[in-house]
């Protein structure tokens, strides 16, 4: 038989219009095991015209579509049907398990891996996506990830450790590695079906080395808590409200920055004063019931329309971003009107002073949720500690109403002195 013209297709299409009759176009010879057809089927309201691979295995005809005409042209069905059919019927393989055989360019892969941390729930995935769209426009889009080269990447991350911004080039460094990690075991992962086979032999980036991380040792003292939480109680200066409250919020509780920024009506249960977590960062659902002053703040703030306790300024509909609250600590450290300290410090100041105010560590780190490493904790205790939470909190709080007040009490002497 042979091969298919454009002025045939064309033809063909006309008299199905006109006779209202299904007609199956072959292109080529095929020789009895497979070939590409045409398949034009009219339809109450249009006529279709579907690109179909056919084969003929265990006396069964098997179909698999390819594409769409004209959308798809016939040279372009073609070169799919040779690219990744013909292979296959000439082996014997069914059709059905047939796919697109091109190796997965850089955009693929980096889509693909930022989709399977979408799907496993990780709030990391914007940020993924953001710093990945930029590192694939550098690498080029288009280009078989394959292809890849470990100098190519060093060159890209040179520039920007050179620029001093250290964090930035190791974050770089880290997203390129963990796609192609994951681009590394997705192909043979028996428990998904990658859409895009990527054919990686190795990760280019793994022999970066990484920058270097600074242990972050800072936290506050009694009056430099006492002298943020009053600042924030009553700033100087106008400010987004929300953003002082979570801070407070931080202050009180020692939870993540991320997990207090994105504080949403359904993870409140005021009367039970418990936030609840389904997940988290380290992918545990967690609970825990806060101090009263925390319960007081929270239940004074009325939430927005889309539920969030501490929306953007710029964009209601999102939380705030906890770059954002970062951002905002540090204009106002940059003032002097604060002590020197980010919000991570403040998870390590919460941490030390309820140590001083009499919480056991073992009771802390249920509280902020550090994942337990002993065999009894990770795979036999299921018990919640609700009731010594609550009990921790409670004792956490007097500890500090009392500096509070203990610093009110001196302010108070000294005006009257």
């Known amino acids: 038989m042979p091969s298919l013209t454009d002025g045939e297709i064309r033809h063909a299409l006309k008299q199905v219009e006109e006779t209202s009759k299904q007609q199956n176009l072959v292109d080529g010879e095929g020789h009895g095991t497979g070939r590409l057809v045409l398949v034009i089927k009219p339809m109450p309201t249009r006529i279709t015209a579907d690109w179909m691979a056919q084969q003929w295995r265990d006396q069964k005809r098997l179909k698999k579509k390819l594409g769409s005409y004209p959308s798809m042209s016939l040279s372009q069905a073609r070169e799919i049907f040779r690219r990744d059919f013909a292979d296959m019927i000439q082996k014997g393989r069914s059709i059905k398990i047939a796919g697109d055989t091109r190796p997965g360019t850089v955009a693929d892969l980096f889509e693909a891996y930022v989709a399977s941390l979408k799907a496993d729930g990780k709030p990391s995935w914007k940020e993924a996506e953001k710093g990945l769209n930029k590192i694939a426009d550098s690498l080029g889009r288009n280009r078989p990830a394959r292809d890849i080269e470990p100098d190519e990447i060093r060159d890209l991350i040179r520039p920007i450790y050179q620029r001093g911004k250290r964090s930035m080039a190791d974050h770089v460094r880290s997203y390129i590695r963990s796609a192609y990690s994951w681009g590394l075991k997705s192909e043979h992962d028996y428990r998904t079906t990658s859409v895009r086979r990527f054919r990686l032999v190795y990760n280019p980036a793994a022999g970066i080395p990484t920058e270097p991380k600074k242990v972050g040792t800072r936290w506050l003292d009694e009056e430099e808590f006492i002298r943020l939480y009053r600042w924030l109680e009553s700033p100087d200066a106008p400010v987004h409200p929300p953003y002082t409250r979570a801070v407070r919020i931080l202050m009180l509780t020692g939870q993540r920055v991320e997990e207090i920024a994105r504080l949403h009506v359904d993870q409140w249960d005021a009367a039970e004063r418990i936030i609840d977590w389904s997940k988290t960062k380290n992918g545990k659902p967690h609970a825990i019931p806060v101090p009263k002053m925390a319960a007081e703040l929270i239940g004074s703030i009325k939430p927005n329309e889309f539920g969030w306790f501490f929306p953007s300024a710029t964009d209601p509909s999102k939380p705030v971003s906890h770059g954002t609250l970062y951002s905002f600590m540090w204009r106002q450290r940059d003032r002097e009107v604060i002590p020197i300290v980010t919000n991570r410090d403040l998870r390590r100041t919460w941490k030390t002073l309820a140590g001083k105010a009499g919480l056991s560590k073992e009771i802390r780190d249920r509280l902020q949720n550090h994942t337990l490493q002993d065999v009894?904790?990770?795979?036999?205790?299921?018990?919640?500690?609700?009731?010594?939470?609550?009990?921790?909190?409670?004792?956490?709080?007097?500890?500090?109403?009392?500096?509070?007040?203990?610093?009110?009490?001196k302010a108070t002497f000294k005006e009257a002195a």
């Open 376 to 409: 009894s904790s990770k795979s036999y205790d299921r018990w919640n500690y609700m009731p010594e939470k609550r009990a921790a909190m409670a004792r956490w709080d007097k500890f500090v109403r009392d500096i509070l007040a203990k610093k009110k009490r």
